[in-house]
């Protein structure tokens, strides 16, 4: 089984080799997207069925060792051998979907890893890598993780328009594209036209509302904007997410605003590129929780990702602009403020971080239902005094 998903690789590179060798010296390719919006599916296929078993006999050695840190003596769950580990359909245990979920993040994570490695083989010293995450923060994936992999990250996000108009979503995307990696990110999809799949939600900008929105993702960090698409499909699913241009592929208002901002950046863009900031605030994030947490939620309408929001959202308002850090990030100390949604699974390594960024001045605003499990989603049961910084403990 594995030989087959090799054999399929093999054939995928041959065909990234050959593209990329055909256009690599042509002044015009200044970079390649080696993807666009990846995600997993989390479909346990025979395939990664397979993949999973493998990981989990590296990680873990012995089926004694899942059944004592998931549990599974409840429920009479007990595996005596790998091979009698059920596939993921239908499991309740929390551990197990846990360790389910890193493992779709990696597959994803490697697979992007995979692409940039033959990528960088060919590319010019002027030329970069890059792949494309929708809008917002993504608890579905590790993009931290894959942005080692990237020269530049690349965000799409996409916003309402007329009175709906909030830059709230694109400065979170933004925000997160920058913190990834320290650096400047780009815009590679965002709106030109009215956007939806079909027909019902068309609303075209008020004048002006383009040129806006360039300005917010350049103050943002972006050094590069550009619109899905230049002009509007006449068939297929996205028939109605409209291009720079319309049906007609004339010059329209859209148009005419398009260029007219692309005049001013080829005045100011040398000042504009390359921005850099230096925030105080930072909102710790953390995949493992938001997951965690789902497979135990606490309301309908209130989870991890809702609570990360509101925070972000309280910031938003005093205009005061965070950077995003990943659970485990060693350098906390070059923030004053640290945001936590509900840490909800965490390694003792990282509560103690925090509880040392607070001895040392650092102040902390911390969720509720934070520092419950550990990253095996094993409940900690006691609280002890560590000074005057409670500690949790297994």
Do not use: C
């Not at 090799?6 to 970079?31: L, N, T």
């Amino acid at each position: 089984m594995l030989r087959l998903i090799r054999r399929r690789r093999q054939h995928a590179e041959s065909v990234i080799r050959q593209i990329v060798s055909h256009f690599k010296d042509h002044p015009a390719v200044i970079g390649y997207q080696i993807d666009n919006e990846t995600s997993p599916t989390g479909i346990p296929t025979q395939y990664t069925n397979s993949a999973f078993l493998e990981r989990l006999k590296k990680k873990y050695k012995t089926p004694e060792t899942i059944n004592k840190i998931w549990g599974l003596a409840y429920w009479g769950q007990l595996v005596d051998r790998w091979e009698d580990l059920p596939p993921r359909n239908g499991i309740l245990n929390p551990g197990y979907k846990l360790e389910w979920e890193n493992f779709q993040h990696d597959i994803v994570t490697d697979f992007l890893a995979w692409q940039a490695k033959i990528v960088n083989e060919y590319k010019r010293a002027d030329q970069f890598v890059t792949q494309d995450f929708s809008g917002g923060v993504h608890t579905n994936l590790d993009q931290w993780a894959i942005a080692r992999n990237l020269d530049i990250v690349a965000e799409n996000p996409y916003f309402e328009t007329q009175n709906r108009l909030d830059a709230r979503g694109i400065w979170m995307s933004g925000d997160l594209g920058r913190s990834l990696k320290h650096t400047n990110y780009l815009v590679t999809e965002t709106n030109a036209q009215t956007i939806g799949w079909d027909s019902r939600t068309q609303y075209p900008q008020y004048p002006g509302q383009l040129r806006l929105v360039v300005y917010a993702h350049l103050a943002a960090g972006a050094n590069m904007v550009e619109y899905w698409h230049w002009h509007s499909l006449h068939y297929g699913q996205e028939t109605y997410w409209k291009g720079v241009l319309s049906h007609d592929l004339e010059p329209n208002r859209t148009y005419a605003e398009v260029s007219h901002v692309a005049g001013e950046l080829k005045k100011l863009g040398p000042q504009l590129v390359n921005l850099k900031k230096n925030n105080s605030v930072a909102v710790l994030f953390s995949a493992d929780s938001a997951n965690a947490l789902r497979y135990m939620p606490v309301s309908d309408s209130v989870d991890y990702v809702t609570v990360l929001r509101q925070m972000y959202n309280a910031l938003y308002d005093l205009n005061v602009e965070p950077d995003f850090v990943q659970a485990g990030d060693p350098n906390l100390s070059r923030y004053k403020v640290l945001l936590v949604p509900p840490l909800y699974s965490a390694s003792d390594e990282v509560l103690q971080q925090i509880s040392d960024y607070v001895k040392s001045g650092g102040q902390v605003v911390m969720a509720f239902k934070s520092g419950f499990t550990n990253p095996t989603r094993s409940s900690r049961v006691s609280l002890r005094q560590n000074g005057s910084h409670p500690i949790l403990t297994e």
